[in-house]
């Protein structure tokens, strides 16, 4: 595997993590295992993007795909501080909101109607 393709989990307080490196092709099985094992174990609900030097159209599927997981599985997932070119993407792509992004790529407050 090319050393500079990496991508590596941080355990945080009870359900946070955030994700260091590249979710890029290469590594999206892996981060979509290690995510769903996550989810399974009730040890995902937040996910902070900030520490990604890379993404592309691999990692936003991984995290549709994750959400989509966690929100039939009666939970939720928050995605936190993505990288300016995923959210770029996101918004291009018309899932921002399914991401639970806002246009400017932050995580949508949503109060009680």
Not at 61 to 79: D, K, N, P, Q, Y
Not at 81 to 95: D, K
Not at 96 to 112: D, F, I, K
Request: charge should be negative; glycine fraction near 14%; aromatic fraction near 2%.
């Amino acid at each position: 595997m090319n050393p500079s393709v990496d991508l590596r989990w941080e355990e945080r307080t009870e359900g946070a993590c955030a994700l260091h490196g590249t979710l890029v092709f290469a590594t999206a099985a892996a981060a979509l295992a290690e995510g769903r094992g996550r989810l399974g174990r009730g040890a995902l609900s937040r996910l902070d993007l900030a520490g990604l030097v890379q993404a592309d159209s691999a990692a936003l599927a991984v995290l549709l795909v994750l959400r989509g997981e966690a929100a039939r599985a009666g939970g939720g997932l928050t995605i936190e501080h993505p990288p300016a070119s995923l959210s770029a993407l996101a918004s291009l792509c018309e899932v921002a909101g399914l991401l639970g992004l806002s246009a400017a790529g932050e995580p949508v407050q949503r109060g009680a109607d």
